[in-house]
């Protein structure tokens, strides 16, 4: 993936890695997530595509590492959705 294509127009499928807010030297792995870069300075994530599911913004500096992704959908089509 070209890294200009990441910003806050895509959705992506991928792993997540942020500090434990209890413990910052302690990781949390966040797998099979759907990530959007912003707004700015966040990190938005959540495990589902669903109107219902719970979104969880995260600071760029508790995130430590986004990785295996891949673009979920086009612009306007709703990640797992089936149009």
Same mark, same amino acid.
């Given at each position: 993936?070209d /890294? *200009? +294509?990441?910003n &806050? =127009?895509?959705?992506? $499928?991928?792993q997540?890695? @942020?500090q &434990? !807010? %209890? &413990?910052?030297?302690?990781p /949390? @792995? $966040?797998r099979? #997530?759907i990530v #959007?870069?912003g !707004?700015?300075?966040? $990190? *938005?994530v959540t %495990?589902a %595509? +669903?109107?219902d599911?719970? /979104?969880? $913004?995260y600071? %760029?500096?508790r995130v430590?590492?986004?990785t &295996?992704l =891949?673009?979920v959908?086009?612009?306007?089509h =709703?990640?797992g959705?089936?149009?």
């Amino acid at each position: 993936m070209d /890294i *200009t +294509t990441v910003n &806050d =127009r895509h959705l992506y $499928l991928g792993q997540v890695v @942020v500090q &434990d !807010p %209890a &413990d910052p030297s302690r990781p /949390i @792995v $966040l797998r099979r #997530r759907i990530v #959007r870069f912003g !707004p700015a300075g966040w $990190l *938005t994530v959540t %495990a589902a %595509a +669903t109107e219902d599911a719970e /979104i969880e $913004l995260y600071p %760029a500096g508790r995130v430590l590492a986004v990785t &295996d992704l =891949r673009e979920v959908g086009e612009p306007g089509h =709703r990640p797992g959705g089936n149009g």
